[in-house]
């Protein structure tokens, strides 16, 4: 790879890289098998990034969802045991125990429910671009969104349902 896109890699992964995880945590629920989605995606991209036009990161979180439901296709029905960790960053306006609380419940969710809210609520995607990058149909985006969102309502209780989508959006 010539320097200046090797130059161009390096500022793209010190610039979007902690996006990036944010996303594959949100994905995977674990930090450990984050950093492994990213390190992994980025290894895709940094061979193909001299073919990369245009939106670099959409390419990069794409390889992202991709790998992970590779990765659930290849588990099959095998689960992984969430364990509950606190950020490592502070979080900045928002109730701490609440936010834990939402991502323990998504936990809870089944994985194509989970990447169904973290498409539509923390990467503010809509319904078309989240079954493109699913690989679905935009009535399954929708069906599963609200499958998963009456599960977390039943988790938090109907008083706060209503606010979940805040919720989901406030957790960025």
């Given amino acids: 790879m010539k320097q200046s896109l090797e130059a161009e890699f390096t500022a793209f992964v010190a610039e979007r890289g902690q996006s990036l995880l944010r996303i594959a945590h949100a994905l995977t629920g674990d930090p450990r098998?984050?950093?492994?989605?990213?390190?992994?995606?980025?290894?895709?991209?940094?061979?193909k990034w001299p073919r990369i036009h245009g939106d670099a990161e959409a390419y990069v979180r794409k390889i992202l969802y991709n790998d992970r439901i590779s990765g659930w296709r290849r588990a099959g029905r095998h689960r992984e045991v969430p364990m509950a960790e606190m950020p490592d960053r502070p979080v900045q306006g928002h109730d701490v125990a609440e936010r834990l609380a939402l991502r323990q419940a998504l936990l809870t969710l089944p994985d194509r429910q989970r990447a169904v809210l973290v498409l539509r609520y923390l990467e503010d995607r809509t319904v078309e671009e989240t079954a493109e990058v699913l690989g679905c149909r935009p009535g399954t985006v929708a069906?599963?969104?609200?499958?998963?969102?009456d599960k977390l309502r039943d988790l938090f209780g109907k008083e706060t349902g209503g606010d979940l989508g805040k919720q989901m959006e406030g957790s960025r």
Avoid: H
Avoid at 33 to 47: I, N, S, T
Avoid at 143 to 149: G, H
């Fill in 33 to 47: 098998a984050a950093e492994d989605l990213v390190q992994g995606a980025l290894a895709k991209a940094y061979a």
């Fill in 143 to 149: 069906s599963q969104a609200s499958r998963a969102l």
